[in-house]
Each structure stands twice: as structure tokens, then as C-alpha cells.
């Protein structure tokens, strides 16, 4: 899983995602401003961009998220009216319901802000993690999460470069002959109607939009690659040099127990400053979990998308109203 439990206790939504902003904010004043709220620019010829974690981190803006466990439509539409700019859905350790994950990103479409804005970006990209780890090669988990109109997959356990080709390949469609990324081939099996649909374009687009990025610098699917055990550490360079892989993230939890050491322990550090580095060696994005105080210590040290906590938890208003009422004497 890769994140610690330890992180959940006290985790507060309204103080810990304001504190989290503010921090980013003091690194990345970008990241404050009315412009990641406001309309977007078009890019010449009149393109906008569907996925905006890409955006931010082609403009060198870190993207902040969280981790959903309440896979329902009312914990959808919160999130995606929130300050946040991606959601990873975790289907790793919570059921993996297809028809659930199809009514959680319908809810989190928001019919007023693409008035507002004036174009079909979420403010708040979906992603998804599947359950398979990277060396369970399952094809039709990334098939179905992808033909509902998810804008980005996280893989967990990916060990070996092997292991990141599969899951690239699994993400891709066959490429066009002539196509100038037609390598590594695609193995996803065509049945995109929907997944259109739900990004808002026409049919005959979805299919040279819906590729990895970097690798097709025009494609709007991010693929996420988990580094949580040893083995992972030790062929990281190779993960991150796959071609179609858009991002690392290292997982603390998952990463210590293959350690064999507490998530406390220097030796996890050593691992996880071992995989960023890796990253800025070969271009890749690295991201990873943390609390509201390693924020700002994470993008000094060069992360450049961060999970910064989960959907549970009593809002903050709500645990303080309890610690009054109990105060209080009869």
C-alpha cells in the first residue's frame, strides 16, 4: 500500500489540506493563485488540456492530492469542488467495484465549472490505483478502470522495468502506422465510447488523446508507477527510464516492511531520496506520500506531485466541536 498507518491519526481535512496549500504555496506561489482555478489558456491552435495534473507539472507546479476510500458520489462531488488538483481512488484496498468507480467520477463532473471556465478540464484529476501489483500483468483492470473515463492510472508494486513495459502496454492502444510514438506497442482492446463520452469529445479523438505521457507529449493519461520494496530500489533507474511510465511514486509503508525496518528508519529515507534521485536523472516525476509538515521539505527536495492524505477522518471543525463539548462540566 505504502502509506503508513501512523499518517491517518489526526489526519483533519479542513486544517490539513489548508496547512498542506499553504506550504506548497510558500514554495510554489503558482500554486496559490486565481489562475489554477480560473480558465485556462488555450495552447496555440486552440488546445486545451484535458488533464491538468499534466499542466501543472509541465508548467513546474507542484500537483497535491489525496487518497479516496469513500468511494461514494457525495465524497466524489466534495473532492471535486475542492482546492485539491487530483484524487487517487484507491481500489487497492477498498472493493474493486466497477459500477461504484463509474458512479464516483460521474459525480465528480461539475456542470458549473466548465461554464465557469469555459472547457471540459476537471479542476480535480481522477486516478486511479488498481489492486493488481505490477507483477500480476492483470490487463483487464487497467482495460475497465481506463473505458470509464479515468485521466490516470497508479500501479502498485512495480519491481522491475519489465514490469512498467507491461503496464504501458496495457495502457496504450495499438499506435497508427506512421505514428511517430509507435513504440512500445499498445495492447488495450478498443471499446472507448464511454470513456469519450465522460471526457466530453468526440470518438474519433479519444484514441490519439487517450495515450501515456510523456512518451506522446500530446497525451492526457498518466501512468503512475509505485516503488514500495527493495527489489524496486535496486532496478529503479530501469523502471524510470520505461518508456510511457509519467511518473514514481514511492510508497513509505510497503517500501519499510520490505526494508525490515520501522518507516522511522534512516534506511527508508535512504531508499526514498535514492528513487527521487534516480527520477531527476532520467526526467521522470516523483511523487509520494507525506503529512502537512514533510510538504515543504518534499518539493524543496525536488517531488513534484504529492499525496497528502486520505478522505477519512472527522473534519476539523468537527473534532474541535467535540473537544468543547466534553470540556464542559454538567
Known sequence: MGIH??????????????????????????????QERGPQAAKPGGHVRLNRVIELIE?????????AWNVSPRGAAALA????????????HTPFDMTRLETYL????????????GNLQPDVVPIVRIPANGREHVQYMIKQVLDLGAFGL?????????????????????????????????????????????????????PAKADVWPLDPGGELLLWCMIESRD???????????????????GPSDLSFSLGVPPSDPRVEEAIRKVLSACKETGVPCGTFTSAEGVATRLRQGFRFLAVGVDSGLPCDVEQALQIGRQRKP
Open 5 to 34: 498507518t501512523a499518517h491517518y491519526r489526526g489526519l483533519r481535512h479542513g486544517a490539513f489540506l489548508a496547512g498542506t496549500l499553504l506550504a506548497a504555496a510558500s514554495i510554489f506561489p503558482a500554486a496559490a493563485s486565481g
Open 232 to 250: 524496486a530500489v535496486e532496478n529503479v533507474r530501469a523502471i524510470a527510464s520505461t518508456p510511457g511510465v509519467g511518473g514514481l511514486f514511492v
Open 59 to 67: 508548467n513546474g507546479t507542484p500537483a497535491l492530492g489525496i487518497f
Open 81 to 92: 469542488s475542492s482546492r485539491l488538483d487530483f484524487v487517487i481512488i484507491d481500489l487497492e
Open 154 to 206: 497508479l500501479v502498485p508494486h512495480i519491481d522491475t522495468a519489465e514490469e512498467a513495459l507491461a503496464a504501458v502496454r496495457a495502457t496504450r492502444f495499438a499506435q497508427p502506422a506512421g505514428a511517430r510514438h509507435i513504440q512500445p506497442g499498445g495492447q488495450r482492446g478498443v471499446g472507448y465510447g464511454w470513456a469519450a463520452r465522460y471526457w466530453g469529445i468526440i470518438g474519433d479523438l479519444y
Open 106 to 117: 460521474l459525480a465528480m463532473v461539475d456542470k458549473r465549472r466548465i461554464l465557469e471556465k
